[in-house]
């Protein structure tokens, strides 16, 4: 990446002070464009979800890893409870959705609690592990709470194939007018679930898969206790990326940890972080990190620069540390303060091989939280920084009271904060169908062919707040 007019700014920039010429281009199609991260985690897209209690569980492992993408499992979740979750994301189907399943003689009420945990709107009611009927929010809706399934499911099923191609699992769904179908496999027992989008995405995104064809998942460990013991259980459970994570990564008791975690020899890439200058980038490298995680207070859910006035606005923290990873022969990964596809963009020009995103997807249907409804009628679900009083409490709670207590008293995170589900985009899968189509339509205005090629070729400018918003659509007459 170079500076337009190669004009170095004076003073450090955020996504928002940047923007990106067009350079010439014979990148003929966005579909062209190789999104796979040279970072060794074998991420298609790059995108990962941070390790934040409320954003990384399993049903946002499973679906992120299917479009390619990588979730991070936060490091205060019980290593039995982490090494159970990676065990299930690696069953998973590449292709088809995990089903929401439910017997006859269930209730509309069981039903409505669980449709909303998954972005296809639909429950699978089973007997003997085969598919029986259908169930979907219109089925429920002006039905008494306590009227069994087998009352009010559809019976009518199109039964799709497990090992159906994808292409013509949407033409058979297209032509029945169905939007979902359960598949099945050989014996007739529920292997999955498939949507025409579903369907449709399988033939645009490649899931992240390991070395046996399973999904991709990575797990975090913090720098305090036994840290090798809990990376070497992870490893041993089969983790594909092992983060560690602690808000100052420039300390010694986080070179300290790396030291320790690569003393295990693993053999999937260790992430450490954070940080956001040269120096930082450089001793955790020479600690052991194949991958640094760059990024203080950047984050919704942050508010670390206006308790500590510490931090550093992040491109230009990305930029610095991206440039001194690439002279190590390692990456660099973007976390934190991104709110728009043009932000991901803006990371990966700037060199990073990941971006790294939370509270965006804290809004989702497969977010943990359960779906709760604001006064308004608007659906949302509860987020919270990982540094806040209530995740400092779950973090602490097999600790004395005295300790917990102690704790408590300092935080730098939002506690509770309402992240509203996009009604036009209110999965996962839908937020990350916009991102792609941004970052590929960036790489072709750069004349990018691959990620590498993007972060070496694109120009960038620096601009005032009014060139900002002179960007932002306008949704109604100006007049």
């Known amino acids: 990446m170079r500076f337009l007019n190669d004009v170095q700014p004076p003073y450090d920039l955020t996504y928002d002070d940047v923007f990106m010429v067009p350079g010439r281009s014979a990148v003929g199609s966005r579909q062209a464009v190789d999104l796979r991260s040279p970072d060794g985690t074998g991420t298609t897209i790059p ?47 590449l ?13 509309v009420a069981d039903a409505l609690s669980l449709l909303p945990k998954r972005a296809h709107g639909a429950g699978v009611v089973v007997e003997d592990g085969r598919p029986v009927g259908v169930v979907t929010e219109s089925d429920l809706s002006g039905v008494d709470r306590f009227t069994q399934l087998s009352v ?9 194939d497990a090992g159906i191609d994808p292409r013509e699992a949407f033409h058979r769904l297209d032509d029945a007018h169905r939007r979902i179908a359960p598949a099945v496999d050989a014996d007739g027992r529920l292997a999955g679930i498939l949507s025409r989008t579903g369907a449709l995405r399988a033939t645009l995104y ?58 295990l020899d693993p053999q999937v890439p260790v992430v450490a972080g954070n940080v ?18 760059v990024g203080v207070g950047p984050g919704a859910m942050c508010t670390t620069r206006m308790m500590t006035g510490v931090g550093r606005p992040q491109f230009s923290a990305v930029l610095e540390c991206a440039a001194e990873a690439r002279r190590h022969g390692k990456h660099v990964w973007a976390d934190g303060g991104v709110r728009h596809p043009r932000d991901v963009a803006m990371a990966l020009a700037a060199g990073a091989s990941n971006v790294m995103i939370g509270s965006w ?6 977010s943990p939280g359960d779906l709760q409804q604001a006064a308004d009628g608007r659906l949302y679900k509860e987020s919270f920084g990982m540094a ?72 960038v400018g620096v601009q005032s707040a009014a060139g900002y918003a002179e960007g932002k659509p306008l949704y109604a007459s100006w007049q």
């Open 152 to 160: 009010v499911m559809s019976r009518d099923l199109l039964l799709l």
């Open 47 to 93: 995108l990962v979800v941070s390790n934040m209690t409320a954003i990384a569980g399993r049903r946002m492992a499973e679906t992120v890893a299917r479009r390619g993408g990588l979730v991070v499992i936060p490091q205060d979740i019980p290593i039995e409870v982490v090494t159970e979750v990676i065990g299930w994301v690696k069953r998973r189907h």
């Open 361 to 366: 997807f804290a809004g989702t249907h497969e």
């Open 276 to 293: 956001v200058a040269a120096d930082g980038t450089r001793d955790l490298i020479e600690a052991g990190a194949d991958i640094v995680k």
């Open 388 to 459: 806040s009083a209530r995740a400092v409490r779950n973090r602490t709670s097999e600790e004395s009271a005295y300790d917990r207590a102690r704790k408590a008293l300092f935080e730098e995170g939002i506690s509770t904060s309402r992240m509203f589900l996009d009604p036009v985009r209110p999965g996962v899968e839908d937020l990350i169908d916009s991102i792609i189509s941004g970052v590929r339509s960036s790489c072709t205005y750069a004349g990018a062919g691959s990620l590498e090629e993007f972060a070496e070729r694109s120009v």
């Open 95 to 107: 292709v088809l959705d995990t089903p929401i399943t439910l017997a006859p003689s269930q209730t």
């Open 206 to 263: 490649d899931p992240a898969v390991d070395g046996d064809g399973r999904l991709r998942i990575a797990a975090a460990v913090g720098i305090n206790g036994d840290v090798a013991g809990k990376a070497k259980q992870l490893l041993d459970a089969g983790v594909d990326t092992l983060v560690v994570d602690t808000a100052h990564g420039h300390q010694e008791s986080m070179l300290a940890a790396v030291r320790a975690v690569r003393a």
